[in-house]
Nanobody
Framework: QVQLVESGGGLVQPGGSLRLSCAPS????????MGWYRQAPGKERELVAS???????IYADSVKDRFSIAGDNDKKTIYLQMNSLKPEDTAVYYC???????????????WGQGTQVTVSS
């Protein structure tokens, strides 16, 4: 059973920076996609950024010029560097992993427990 361990959330002032990390436990099979989603109160969960095991990335338009996602293939860990944070970035940020359950097996989705990011003065 794969578990995702997130860290790096917190309180930051507008214009500040935070770095989130997500490390999976267990065996991860390729190809996989890992990413960050966020959910603000009263809103649906939305994609922030994702990265594939081959290196391709996707960003939400709202964060494209401010956030950067990177991955460490050896550790299967991903990082989300968030710069120029805005109050509207306030949300619970969730790590997500989509990977096969075994070599050439069907895909399965795993979620982390979430980490709170609050942008406020």
């Amino acid at each position: 059973q794969v578990q995702l361990v997130e860290s790096g959330g917190g309180l930051v002032q507008p214009g500040g920076s935070l770095r989130l990390s997500c490390a999976p436990s267990g065996i991860i099979f390729t190809p996989y996609t890992m990413g960050w989603y966020r959910q603000a109160p009263g809103k649906e969960r939305e994609l922030v950024a994702s990265i594939m095991s081959g290196g391709g990335t996707i960003y939400a338009d709202s964060v494209k010029d401010r956030f950067s996602i990177a991955g460490d293939n050896d550790k299967k860990t991903i990082y989300l560097q968030m710069n120029s944070l805005k109050p509207e970035d306030t949300a619970v940020y969730y790590c997500r992993l989509d990977s096969p359950i075994r070599i050439f097996g069907p895909q399965r989705t795993y979620w982390g427990q979430g980490t709170q990011v609050t942008v406020s003065s």
